[in-house]
């Protein structure tokens, strides 16, 4: 493996960076002849560098950047003053490979005409420690994670747990349930459709309508949508169905569908072979989570060899509650992450 950047890394700079690599070699058999992966550091220059990685979704942009007009994922989280305070320690995220950023993907020109491989957490797991090979980082304070980033984190720690000190997986566990991969791979088959009819929009529409039904839970949509249906043409409009429909067409206006393929099949391939972690973990769920049950996680946190810890936080939001609860997950962040802050510093 060779990297290609003529630019040396500079690990003190805040910003955007780029890191090119040849020969790629992927956990289920194929190559990617070349990688590229955008990443984004902020924080002060100095200081402990925790990797933060969030659902499917998200981004390298993990705070706002004001000035850029850019919101973070995590904005309630990260950010100066915040859980996880850059004022005191550096965050390190990137964009997906396989995704929807800047990454190399199924959307970058080389690939137009092609299939995308496989991707699985495994190698985003292994291009996060390529990156901190090329930053010249040795360990990380803490790689924290939610849904598809928390699996990331959790095989991070898995294949390189004495480069962390701790892992901070949220709504995450040591593999997809097939009650879970069954939704998922519905909406799979909605995306193929679509990319076969040429109705792409439409398919990821549903597509990510089918998804928030399984973000949230059952008393939410029922305490929040339960209204007469209005008059429509064709038939009457049921108020939780715009609503899906609303959140469906929103995402489908900024991602694609075979950059949703990749990512909802790499969910569906997470699967840890074995328990024994370096590195503390530490496991958060959501009481109403019905992709990730609690008793899952609970049950791989006490299957770790190493050092575990589980929190089950009360919630109505779902899947969806590292998002919606900020406060209950600031708590749990400031608690795990405070003692990390003061042996790194």
Known sequence: MQTLSTSPADYAACGDGDLTLSRFQLTHGDRLARLQIKYRIEGPSVGPIIAVFGGISADRHVCDQPAQNIYGWWRDLAG?????????????????IGGFGDS?????????DSDFPAIDTRDQARALALLLDYLGVDQLAAVVGSSYGGMIALSFGRLYGHR?????????????LPSATAFRSIQRDLLRLGLEQGCETEALTLARALAMVTYRCNDELDQRFDARPGQ????????????LRSRGWAFARRATSRAYLTLSQSTDLHRLEGVDIECPVTLVASSSDRLIPPQQSRDFAERIA??????KIQSGYGHDAFLKEPDAIAAILRDELSTTEEVAA
């Open 306 to 311: 190493g050092p575990s810890r589980f929190h």
């Open 104 to 112: 190399t993907g199924p959307d970058h020109n080389e690939w137009k």
């Open 232 to 243: 429509a043409p064709g038939g009457f409009s049921f108020p939780v169905h715009a609503y």
């Open 164 to 176: 962390t000190q701790r892992v901070l997986a949220i709504s995450a566990a040591d593999r997809a």
């Open 80 to 96: 100066p003053g915040k859980a996880i305070d850059t004022n005191r320690v550096r965050v390190l995220s990137f964009d997906f």
